[in-house]
DNA sequence: AATGAAATTTAGACTTGTCTAAATATATTA
DNA sequence: TAATATATTTAGACAAGTCTAAATTTCATT
């Protein structure tokens, strides 16, 4: 149907799209780790194919079309990572390499089997939504750790870094995933902060607070 | 490490050297459905990694370096094969096609996880051994149902056709693997066999016979 | 509005894997 | 053994996807 780099493009157009209307060139070339001519190219071709909106030097979104590949792709990551964790057991912080290239596998039947085998998970091991097979999925609204006062909290439901430094550092925290966590202190210095678990108290930095998502 | 394509020649090379010590470019070209200019290009590039012999004109064989690679590729498609059918609940008619993509997912530590999660099969939907994680496997001595006698009979434990066709009929006929069956009578005009299974009897032709493999 | 910087596109090249058509080597058979 | 048929390789081309270097457009600043 489409080539594993033109779904490569519709997943990065489609994350990018998140926080804004439109994506850069520039912008893929340095989340694809390309160069701004190989994209490019490659966006007059899906253009040419009507998954993009396209106008040279003006950035581009994602068409109804381009949308639903981008979306069926990401059902497909996500439901292999839960699988290799929840089946294969892996670690969170393994997953990602094999997932993108699971991901690629052209089989629909195959992933609503695997869907179904699973119980129909609604979240991976990130927290990341799966979409299901008609392409829907609810939108947490989570907050960074890093945006709440003192005496607040809730549970830790997903992560904007998903880098396995990040992960790693994170499970060895017992900062994972349904962790209930409240904030007994903010230095000021540094904008560090004091976390409250269930078993014991933590000090993280404001980097890794910023990247930690909870659920009020 | 090799790329999709050197893989599948690396697997038809293996495949076609069961039962003769060269393979030749036509071979090739007829199993790999291109053209034999194609696969001499390829054939090149392999010699050059030193993954098989060749000599111009003279045919190919695997170097003890390819031929790993090729049963790492076996490994993987019959492995998944059997996860498609005994997880996924998909008909052994219905596996071959995604085994041919997820054969090429690159993990090894992946595929090792998967067949300790099905607890180490021997064999898979088709009857063919696996091979474990360091390339071993039994090769069962099986035989065409053609070449028995009457009253003569095994254990069906393999096919050597593997089309969608042959298999969806020998499934309605329940001519599946593990069922026992006797020759009951040979019919000497066309060489078709009347088999008495378990449940039931039926008549095949000599060509269904002649790619049905039991063990005595 | 003019100028310089940054972003983007174009031009031309390269790799992988494929193809057709032509050339060459091997096998067959008379 | 010479002619013919078949198998294989070579030559030249093409599509996909990428790259570097150069040209162009847009943006920011004065
Ligand atoms: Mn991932
Ligand atoms: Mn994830
Ligand atoms: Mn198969
Ligand atoms: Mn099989």
């Given amino acids: 149907m489409n080539t594993l780099a033109e779904e490569n493009y519709l997943k990065s157009i489609y994350h990018l799209s998140v926080n804004a209307t439109s994506v850069s060139t520039n912008q893929l070339a340095a989340l694809l780790n390309t160069k701004a001519s190989s994209v490019?190219?490659?966006?007059?071709k899906l253009?040419?194919?009507?998954?993009?909106?396209?106008?040279p030097y003006q950035g581009v979104s994602l068409t109804a079309a381009g949308e639903k590949i981008a979306v069926n792709i990401i059902r497909k990551h996500r439901l292999w990572e839960y699988f290799l964790v929840e089946k294969l057991d892996f670690k969170w912080d393994q997953v990602h390499e094999?997932?993108?290239?699971?991901?690629?596998?052209?089989?629909?039947?195959?992933?609503?089997?695997?869907d179904k085998f699973m119980e129909y998970p609604k979240f991976d091991p990130h927290g990341d939504p799966i979409p299901d097979c008609n392409g829907l999925f609810?939108?947490?609204n989570l907050k960074p750790v890093s945006s709440i006062g003192i005496n607040e909290g809730g549970v830790i439901c997903g992560v904007r870094?998903?880098?396995k430094a990040y992960l790693q550092y994170l499970e060895k925290q017992s900062l994972t995933i349904g962790k209930k966590v409240t904030v007994a202190e903010i230095i000021e210095f540094d904008h560090s902060m004091v976390l409250h678990t269930e078993d014991n108290t933590i000090q993280?930095?404001?980097?890794?607070?910023?990247?930690?998502?909870?659920?009020?």
């Fill in 161 to 163: 870094d998903h880098s």
């Fill in 138 to 140: 609810k939108i947490h």
């Fill in 98 to 114: 094999m997932a993108e290239e699971l991901e690629h596998i052209s089989s629909n039947e195959l992933i609503d089997r695997l």
């Fill in 204 to 216: 993280i930095s404001r980097e890794v607070a910023n990247n930690l998502l909870i659920a009020l």
């Fill in 40 to 44: 490019t190219d490659m966006l007059k």
């Fill in 47 to 55: 253009a040419e194919k009507e998954l993009i909106n396209y106008t």
